[in-house]
């Protein structure tokens, strides 16, 4: 009998079927993998949409502070040609107004003054002593520039002098010339003391450094009296003749100068509003002493001439191209700002300066008479300059 050996097999039920608890895991897993991707890419797009804000901001208010900053170039370069007082009283800053759109988005300015109420003095930056909210005294204003782009907006505030291409007046009575400077005061008077007490007492009569003459009797009066070019105290200008007659001929050769022969002027040469350069030549040496005027601005006398016509002028008389100069009157003579006088001949010829202030004729130096009415004209045109600038 034979044995036949066979291996037992053994079957296990559960070794063949899944685990219950194991069945649908992947499904999970896929869902927790997909879940997990999915706050990932929120995270994400929300961390990329902040950034996109936030350069998008940044973006914004670049573009907006330099739109300010255009305001203020704009601004600048337009006041150059504006009386500083005037735009405090309204005149429009720009042609439009004060508001310009521009690049997709837009800018204003405002003009105030430098007084106390606008935070001055402030630093080295001096308040305007007049005070006023509408008149400006010393040529410093305060320009604010705001512009906005979208949803940022932007403020940049610069405080601005006005600067004049008249330097620096420095006497009643002013004589620059390559030879001798006579002044002859007989009855007349001469005052350096500032009558606007605007700016500081200056002197009676001042003269290039070479020979000078004063001639009394009369009055002359000053901080001191008279006295000659200092390269210590003035500007080079007034050691130059040369340079100050070429000043003069430019104010005459002024598109808008008003020029007048006739030996009786008009009755009005320039308003306080107004102001004007008027050239007179007269036909001959002596003016109408029956006739008067009143003037603002700057009077350029041509050649040599006796000026007996009655007035009464606020800024600059200029004698120009003559030995001699004089003002003759009976009391009915008053000049409020300056006289000046200058020869650029050569010292082997007419290289002199003859000034007279005769008879009750008055010259009083005034600060504010020269730079409402003469640095507005001569002035045009000049530079502002930056005496602070802030971001607000």
């Not at 600067?163 to 002044?183: C, E, Y």
């Amino acid at each position: 009998m034979g044995i036949t050996n066979k291996k037992m097999r053994i079957t296990l039920p559960w070794a063949l079927d899944p685990v219950r608890d194991e069945r649908g895991i992947a499904l999970v897993v896929a869902l927790l993998v997909s879940a997990l991707l999915l706050l990932l890419g929120g995270h994400f797009m929300t961390a990329s949409m902040t950034e996109k804000t936030i350069a998008s901001n940044e973006v914004n208010t670049a573009r907006a502070f330099y739109l300010a900053e255009a305001g203020v170039q704009h601004a600048k370069k337009s006041l150059e040609a504006l009386d500083l007082s005037a735009v405090l009283n309204g005149t429009p800053v720009f042609a439009g107004g004060n508001a310009v759109n521009l690049a997709g988005g837009n800018y204003a300015v405002q003009v105030t003054n430098n007084i106390a109420a606008n935070g001055f003095p402030r630093g080295t930056i001096p308040a305007d002593l007049l005070g006023s909210a509408t008149v400006d005294d010393d040529d410093i204003i305060v320009l604010t520039s705001t512009a906005a782009f979208r949803n940022s907006t932007q403020i940049v505030e610069t405080v601005l002098q006005k600067t004049s291409s008249i330097p620096t007046i420095p006497g009643a009575v002013v004589q620059v010339s390559n030879g001798w400077n006579d002044l002859d005061y007989g009855g007349g008077t001469i005052s350096g003391l500032d009558e606007s007490g605007t700016c500081g007492n200056q002197t009676g009569a001042f003269h290039r450094g070479t020979t000078f003459i004063g001639d009394g009797p009369g009055t002359l009066t000053g901080t001191p009296p008279e006295r000659a070019y200092d390269s210590a105290l003035d500007n080079p200008i007034w050691n130059d003749p040369n340079a100050v007659v070429a000043m003069i001929e430019g104010w005459m050769n002024d598109p808008a100068a008003v020029t007048i022969t006739a030996n009786t002027p008009p009755a009005t040469l320039g308003t306080a509003a107004n102001p004007q350069i008027t050239v007179w030549d007269p036909t001959s040496t002596s003016t109408n002493g029956g006739a008067s005027f009143t003037g603002y601005g700057i009077l350029i006398m041509v050649g040599r001439v006796n000026l007996k016509t009655s007035f009464e002028f606020h800024g600059l008389i200029v004698a120009y191209g003559g030995a001699e100069m004089s003002i003759e009157g009976t009391g009915s003579q008053v000049l409020h700002g300056a006289l000046l006088a200058a020869d650029n001949g050569p010292p082997s010829g007419s290289e002199d300066t003859e000034v007279g202030v005769w008879s009750g004729a008055t010259v009083n130096y005034n600060c504010a008479a020269i730079k409402q009415y003469v640095e507005q004209l001569g002035g045009v045109g000049g530079a502002l300059k930056v005496l602070s600038w802030r971001p607000r």
